[in-house]
């Protein structure tokens, strides 16, 4: 199993989450909404409806005119909405994690809203549908610090200087070869990515927040195995042969996670009710 994604959507000002049986993340966004004032960015239509199919994965899609979203949590709906992973949405009821919806939100005719906007919308229907209210709080906490481990500053063979592919020429960004993502079981694969996409994947499986102190700025080919990205994949099922996640990072990246003290962003939940019907 494998899920390509093209640089020339990466690039984009946001670019969308990919989910099998998870959401492969915020961390795929270039801009992180903000609890703002959504007065005036709503959707002249939306749905909302339960998805009672049971299914672990599902589906997160933006076009010009609107999201459609299939079987989320409303703790995955918030995670998206406003940027954070799951692991900073703190309180709230229990359903909002084992209840699943499907959504289908237009903005109105004509509007043409940024990425950013449809975001920042999507914010307004659950505190309409869903009567969510939150706050953001920061706190001191444990987090990690992503370094080069070698004292020499010398890097993993599977970390290799690439092409910077958020600058790059149209054609090489269309070059799967030069420019994109590719995740397959237990194995991730960047060609002219930063290291932010590998950053955001560690978040969510360390369930911490990452500090990037490596110093590597631009464009990486890097490729990364480990047993960790098995699990997060396919639920409980893991690759045996496959290194942990310290120990390949650590030989394949020549990258080391360091434990810390640090600041800690969470998204609180004040108030969420189930849907009201369409």
């Known amino acids: 199993m494998r899920i390509v994604i093209p640089a020339t959507v990466l690039v984009a000002a946001v670019a969308i989450p990919v989910s099998v049986g ?17 007065t005036n960015l709503a959707f002249e239509v939306a749905s909302v409806k339960p998805n009672p199919s049971g299914d672990r994965a599902g589906g997160f899609g933006r076009s010009p005119v609107g999201l459609t979203i299939t079987n989320y ?10 940027g954070v992973q799951e692991f900073q949405i703190v309180g709230g009821p229990r359903w909002m994690d084992t209840d699943r919806f499907d959504v289908v939100a237009k ?6 809203p940024s990425p950013q906007e449809l ?23 444990p987090t990690y610090s992503l370094v080069v481990a070698r004292s020499d500053g ?34 991730m694969h960047m060609r ?17 927040p990452v500090i990037d102190r490596t110093g ?3 464009g990486f080919d890097y490729d990364l195995k480990s047993d960790a990205l098995s699990r997060g994949l396919l639920g409980d099922v893991a ?40």
């Open 239 to 278: 690759d045996a042969t496959a290194p942990s996640l310290f120990s390949a990072l650590q030989e394949q990246l020549g990258l080391k996670l360091e434990s810390q003290q640090g600041p800690v962003e969470t998204l609180a939940i004040e108030h969420a009710e189930p849907p009201t019907p369409d």
């Open 73 to 82: 949590s409303l703790l995955r709906l918030i995670s998206n909405a406003y």
């Open 107 to 112: 903005a109105p005719e004509g509007s043409h």
């Open 22 to 38: 998870l959401v492969i993340g915020p961390h795929l966004r270039a801009q992180t909404p903000s609890v703002a004032d959504t």
């Open 192 to 208: 002219g990515m930063t290291l932010g996409p590998l950053l955001e994947m560690l978040k969510s499986l360390v369930r911490r």
């Open 154 to 187: 010398t890097l993993g063979e599977h970390l290799r200087s690439g092409v910077d592919c958020a600058v790059a020429e149209t054609s090489i960004r269309r070059d799967p070869d030069k420019c994109g993502m590719r995740y397959e079981f237990g194995a």
């Open 216 to 218: 590597l700025t631009g």
């Open 119 to 141: 975001f920042l919308m999507l914010q307004s229907l659950l505190a309409d549908r869903f009567n969510l209210r939150v706050r953001r709080e920061t706190k001191l906490g």
